[in-house]
């Protein structure tokens, strides 16, 4: 993983210190308090992690899926809000440096990302489209060079801590729902109303209530291309990674306090095995092969990006199923892994302060099959695997 990119070593290592001495120490007051992990973006942005996808001959590392995987497992060890926060902005820098190379604005756009470290968040959802993010009710509209977007969005993560939300809507008033493009809205280019709130079980930290948008700009921030293929090509398959290896890091820093649990147990015990350790040896197999199906997934991404003709597979019927089921599949593991790790815990894992507490990471891993509805991406495969035929 670091041959091709030898500055990846300082770059985990310097993400591993932010993770230790700001991300875990302040995770339990973020989840408490419901507020946006801000010491923690601010060392990501100091330590230039923000920029990481950016392309080196942008300034950036330059960073592959594996990388960025890497860092937002990491992360996630110590506050799942945080990674949440740096996949997401990871999944926005993504879909510029894929889809919006070929303007001078973009261009220039990530260079300025690059030196300022700014921060990105998200608008899919929308009120009336019902977690459908391949419709857009909300339109952009263009005259003289400008447009103008309002959006009514049920949710969107913290999107008062950004720097620009990448926002989705129909590409004219006149266009269908699916007919949709991404547009960069930037902070003073941009009002936003809060309408609900965001008291929620977990994922507190990322602060995603919802929000009416009301945003004008230039023409040029208007993502080149169709929303059908940034989605298929980079966002799905950077939410479906990145995520799912968060989600991984929650799980694994669960069983990392089972294990300790179970050792500490041992202690007790010189010589016996205690009874928790079968049940450790049980989770960490789940653990294992959870870690091994993001991981394969971000190495066939970042092999397909290498192939000429890789873009076009990325919107194959077969590559949308695998993204599905990495997706589904991760988000029912990393509550089950977590429910195990409790088991072995005990009461010492319910209580919310002890060093075996898990309730934190139970409720974040939660929000895994709620984000992008399981049961709509299952609904979505059952249709593809109707005429998909796996050669
Ligand atoms: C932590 C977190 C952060 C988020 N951040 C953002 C953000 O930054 N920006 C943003 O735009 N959005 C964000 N979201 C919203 C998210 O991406 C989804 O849009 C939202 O969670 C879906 O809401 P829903 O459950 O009401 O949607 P729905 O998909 O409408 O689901 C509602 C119910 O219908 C069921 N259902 C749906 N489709 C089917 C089907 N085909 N068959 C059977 N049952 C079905 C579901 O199981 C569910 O029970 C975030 C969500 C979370 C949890």
Not at 47 to 56: F, G, I, Q, T, Y
Not at 271 to 286: I, K, M, Y
Not at 342 to 356: A, E, M, V, W
Request: glycine content about 6%; hydrophobic content about 40%.
């Amino acid at each position: 993983m670091t041959s091709d990119f030898p500055e990846f070593s300082a770059h985990l290592a310097a993400l591993k210190a932010i993770a230790a001495d700001i991300a875990a120490p302040g995770a339990a007051d973020v989840d408490a308090n419901s507020r946006f992990p801000r010491e923690t973006v601010q060392a990501l942005q100091k330590a230039k992690l923000l920029s990481a996808p950016v392309p080196r001959e942008l300034g950036g590392a330059g960073y592959g899926m594996r990388q960025l995987a890497a860092l937002c497992s990491t992360l996630a060890q110590a506050c799942g809000s945080s990674a949440m926060v740096l996949a997401m902005h990871y999944i926005q820098v993504a879909c510029i440096v894929r889809h919006a190379l070929q303007s001078a604005f973009f261009r220039r756009y990530l260079q300025d990302l690059v030196r300022d470290q700014y921060v990105l968040a998200s608008m899919t959802s929308e009120n009336g489209t019902f977690g459908e993010t391949r419709t857009s009710i909300c339109a952009v509209e263009r005259e003289d060079g400008h447009f103008k977007l309002d959006k009514d969005a049920t949710t969107g993560s913290y999107c008062e801590h950004a720097d620009g939300i990448l926002v989705t809507c129909r590409r004219a008033p006149d266009a269908p729902g699916s007919d949709q493009v991404l547009v960069l809205v930037r902070k003073g280019d941009y009002k936003l109303t809060q309408t609900t709130s965001w008291d929620t079980l977990g994922m507190r930290g990322t602060c995603s209530p919802g929000f009416k948008l009301e945003s004008a700009g230039p023409e040029e921030q208007i993502i080149p291309g169709s929303f059908a293929d940034s989605s298929a090509q980079t966002m799905v398959p950077y939410s479906h990674i990145l995520w799912s290896s968060l989600w991984w890091g929650i799980a694994a820093d669960a069983v990392a306090r089972a294990a300790e649990f179970v050792r500490a147990s041992a202690r007790k015990s010189p010589g016996t095995v205690p009874p928790t350790a079968t049940r450790l040896a049980e989770v960490s197999t789940q653990l294992q092969a959870m870690r091994h199906n993001w991981l394969a997934l971000a190495g066939e991404f970042d092999e397909l990006n290498a192939r000429p003709g890789g873009m076009q597979e990325l919107l194959s019927i077969g590559w949308a199923l695998k993204m599905n089921n990495l997706k589904i599949n991760a988000s029912e593991s990393a509550p089950q892994i977590v429910h195990k790790a409790l088991q072995i815990t005990g009461i010492l894992g319910y209580k919310n302060d002890t060093k075996f507490s898990l309730g934190r990471h139970y409720r974040d891993a939660l929000s895994a099959a709620l984000m992008i509805s399981n049961d709509r991406i299952a609904s979505k495969s059952a249709s593809m695997l109707l005429v998909f035929k796996d050669n």
